[in-house]
């Protein structure tokens, strides 16, 4: 985006999206929509400690209930992620974005294992939410809980309600 020669994070995020159309069969189109660079900008903030932060976040009444603006974010990076339209992604899919929080592999499976709720190896976009929103409150330096919080897992049950429509 910069063109510096070199991928940030959420220039990264973009490539992946751009692959992962194209691998699905989509056209490569000129100029990426503000949309997706806005998405993920703040997953990268949000996900990436040693990023500076812009803009207040508004917070959440409940500890661990995911706000409706990170929602629509999420909701892009599974919409670029599952580009079969299967309403889940498996570890493959799943596996860039993770990792390109930079975050240790051991934390990242603690994550997994809590967000993969119904345990069958791939995750749906509530599962998805889940997941990244685990990263993101990692990254701003909380622990990660034990199980998951009944917050968390009232969030995922209404995004389970609301899934994103496949691209």
């Known amino acids: 985006v910069d063109r510096d020669g070199a991928l940030a994070i959420e220039e990264f995020a973009c490539a992946m999206h751009l692959v992962r159309s194209r691998e699905a069969g ?10 997706l660079i806005r998405a993920a900008a703040d997953f990268a903030r949000a996900a990436a400690p040693d990023l500076p932060a ?10 661990w209930a995911i706000s409706p603006e990170d929602v629509e974010r ?5 919409r670029a992620l599952d580009t079969h339209g299967l309403g889940s992604i498996g ?16 934390e990242l ?23 990244l929103h685990l990263v993101s409150r990692l990254a701003r330096g909380e622990q990660l809980p034990a199980q998951l ?7 995922l049950r209404a995004i389970e309600g609301a899934a994103p429509t496949p691209p």
Do not use: N
Request: glycine letters at 12%; charged letters at 20%; proline letters at 8%.
């Open 74 to 78: 999420y909701s892009m990076i599974f």
């Open 149 to 155: 919080p009944a917050e968390l897992v009232s969030a």
């Open 91 to 106: 570890g493959a899919e799943a596996r860039v974005t993770l990792e390109a929080t930079r975050l240790p592999t051991v």
């Open 109 to 131: 499976a603690q994550i997994w294992g809590l967000s993969d709720v119904d345990g069958d190896g791939r995750l749906t976009f509530g599962e998805l939410a889940c997941a």
């Open 54 to 63: 812009s803009g207040a976040q508004a917070s959440s009444p409940l500890p």
């Open 26 to 35: 989509g056209e490569l189109r000129h100029g990426l929509p503000p949309e």
